[in-house]
């Protein structure tokens, strides 16, 4: 599994951005994938969770309403839309993988990316 975040980019409050994860391996759709995030001098806090059939999603309370996670196993892709932006929303963002992912600290998560960058201007 070797994951690849994109999609982030500057964006102003209010906003849009959509995240995606691709997987050039072939084991994608056997993975939960997550998406966590770390803002500037503080810890990385989970984002939101998809199962590998996208039967079971997970999203954190902060973005709930603004966020959907979805996934197609067909393109080896996960996305995160990100919808009515806030500046607290300014992080990286990471996508990961995990057979059996522990709760939402990212223990059991295997694979990681690289992150993309997400700025919200005020």
């Known amino acids: 599994v070797q994951l690849q975040a994109s999609g982030g980019g500057l964006v102003q409050a209010g906003g849009s951005l959509r995240l995606s994860c691709a997987d050039s391996?072939?084991?994608?759709?056997?993975?939960?994938i997550g998406w966590f995030r770390q803002a500037p001098g503080k810890e990385r806090e989970f984002v939101a969770s998809?199962?590998?059939?996208?039967?079971?999603?997970s999203n954190a309370d902060p973005v709930k309403g603004r966020f959907t996670i979805s996934r197609d196993n067909a393109k080896n892709t996960a996305y995160l839309q990100m919808n009515r932006l806030r500046p607290e929303d300014t992080a990286v963002y990471y996508c990961a993988a995990g057979v059996s992912p522990l709760g939402y600290s990212g223990r059991g998560y295997d694979y990681w990316g690289q992150g993309t960058l997400v700025t919200v201007s005020s």
């Open positions: 998809i199962s590998w059939s996208g039967g079971s999603i």
């Open positions: 391996g072939r084991t994608f759709r056997s993975y939960t």
